[in-house]
């Protein structure tokens, strides 16, 4: 069974989902994007195929090097 579900994007976010998947196909794109995400069958499976991409993990660890500086300038 299929749920209707309303969501506020970006208008550029948008343009750009129509202009790259299409009209009329931007429900299935981003359902394939997300169900990895929520559906817990296979998500330990998809996390360790995750942690297995090298170089994805080399970004993300980089990434998070570079951002954690931003935090400890923060006002609490």
């Given amino acids: 069974m299929q749920k209707k ?8 976010v948008y343009q750009g989902l129509y202009n790259v998947v ?5 429900s299935r794109f981003i359902e394939e994007l997300v169900r990895p995400y929520v559906i817990s069958q296979g998500l330990e499976t998809a996390y360790q195929q995750m942690a297995q991409d090298e170089m994805r993990e080399a970004e993300a660890l980089e990434w998070a090097e570079a951002t954690i500086g931003d935090v400890s300038d923060e006002t609490r």
Avoid: A, K, V
């Fill in 5 to 12: 579900l309303t969501i506020t994007i970006d208008e550029d």
């Fill in 22 to 26: 299409g009209p009329r196909r931007i």
